[in-house]
């Protein structure tokens, strides 16, 4: 296993989460590297990305100004920090691996995924 994301819970309206993705280094170090998450019944959607030092982040706009992406490369992990959480944050969280140094909104852009955690926000 290269990519184990971790940190999904049960968590009310408002309240926060810290999802973790423990890489090895061979797809870490020199990857640009995003979350993305899937609802029951939809399609997968873009969440973060975060090039290959953490000197650049994106997000969606569904998320921007509440969710916060970031990395150690040290300790090769991502992070997603998520605050403020809505009903509608309720997915299947995934870290993936870039083909790349940057990251990107695009799956195909993507060579390696983790297995996901479930996050659910109750209302």
């Known amino acids: 296993v290269q990519l184990q994301a971790s940190g999904g819970g049960l968590v009310q309206t408002g309240g926060s989460l810290r999802l973790s993705c423990a890489a090895s280094?061979?797809?870490?170090?020199?990857?640009?590297m995003g979350w993305f998450r899937q609802a029951p019944g939809k399609e997968r959607e873009f969440v973060a990305h975060?090039?290959?030092?953490?000197?650049?982040?994106y997000y969606a706009d569904s998320v921007k100004g509440r969710f916060t992406i970031s990395r150690d490369n040290a300790k090769n992990t991502l992070y997603l920090q998520m605050n403020s959480l809505k009903p509608e944050d309720t997915a299947v969280y995934y870290c993936?691996?870039?083909?790349?140094?940057?990251?990107?909104?695009?799956?195909?852009?993507?060579?390696?995924w983790g297995q996901g955690t479930q996050v659910t926000v109750s209302s």
């Open positions: 975060i090039n290959w030092n953490g000197g650049s982040t």
């Open positions: 993936a691996a870039s083909r790349y140094a940057y990251g990107s909104s695009k799956p195909d852009s993507y060579v390696k």
């Open positions: 280094r061979r797809v870490f170090s020199n990857n640009g």
